[in-house]
């Protein structure tokens, strides 16, 4: 999961219990992007740095929590630790295409049966959109369209 500010992490954290919680950032904003990633349905662009984030704080709002883990780094090439692990839960909020495709690949082989995979811009990236039309394309998983600008998909 992506964690800009922490507030979407701090309400998991709310209800998670005693599961883990792996939040991922490079903190320094968004990697490079490429044309699937310039037209966008809300005439956002969106570019190489834009979103940094600070990781202090994040740390600072969600330090009383239990099982909280954060991965400074370009995912999944910074994902090391993670490999053996299998996800209820993956929340995307990547904004761009080759980002979004990658945690895709990286993730649905590790997703246990019924998990769910939301990401937050389907509806407003043109990039996330085609990230998630293409990987699931041939897939038995349906896209399911939320309010706003989410998607979800159910791992059969």
Same mark, same amino acid.
């Given at each position: 999961?992506?964690?800009?500010?922490?507030?979407?992490?701090?309400?998991?954290?709310?209800?998670?219990?005693?599961?883990?919680?792996?939040?991922?950032?490079?903190?320094?904003?968004?990697?490079?992007?490429?044309?699937?990633?310039?037209?966008?349905?809300?005439?956002?662009?969106?570019?190489?740095?834009?979103?940094?984030?600070?990781? +202090? +704080?994040?740390?600072?709002?969600?330090?009383?929590?239990?099982?909280?883990?954060?991965?400074?780094?370009?995912?999944?090439?910074?994902?090391?630790?993670?490999?053996?692990?299998?996800?209820?839960?993956?929340?995307?909020?990547? !904004?761009?295409?080759?980002?979004?495709? !990658?945690?895709?690949?990286?993730?649905?082989?590790?997703?246990?049966?019924?998990?769910?995979?939301?990401?937050? !811009?389907?509806?407003?990236?043109?990039?996330?959109?085609?990230?998630?039309?293409?990987?699931?394309?041939?897939?038995?998983?349906?896209?399911?369209?939320?309010?706003?600008?989410?998607?979800?998909?159910?791992?059969?």
């Amino acid at each position: 999961m992506e964690c800009i500010k922490g507030g979407s992490a701090r309400v998991i954290c709310e209800y998670k219990k005693k599961r883990h919680l792996h939040l991922i950032d490079t903190f320094e904003g968004l990697p490079k992007t490429d044309r699937s990633d310039k037209n966008n349905f809300i005439n956002r662009r969106y570019e190489q740095g834009q979103y940094p984030s600070d990781m +202090k +704080k994040v740390k600072r709002l969600l330090m009383k929590f239990d099982n909280v883990y954060i991965h400074k780094g370009l995912f999944p090439l910074d994902s090391f630790g993670l490999e053996k692990n299998k996800f209820s839960l993956v929340h995307l909020d990547l !904004d761009i295409f080759k980002s979004t495709f !990658d945690c895709l690949n990286y993730f649905y082989p590790k997703m246990n049966k019924g998990g769910i995979i939301i990401t937050h !811009d389907y509806q407003s990236a043109s990039g996330v959109r085609k990230a998630f039309d293409q990987f699931f394309k041939d897939k038995p998983e349906v896209i399911i369209e939320l309010a706003v600008t989410q998607a979800l998909v159910v791992i059969l």
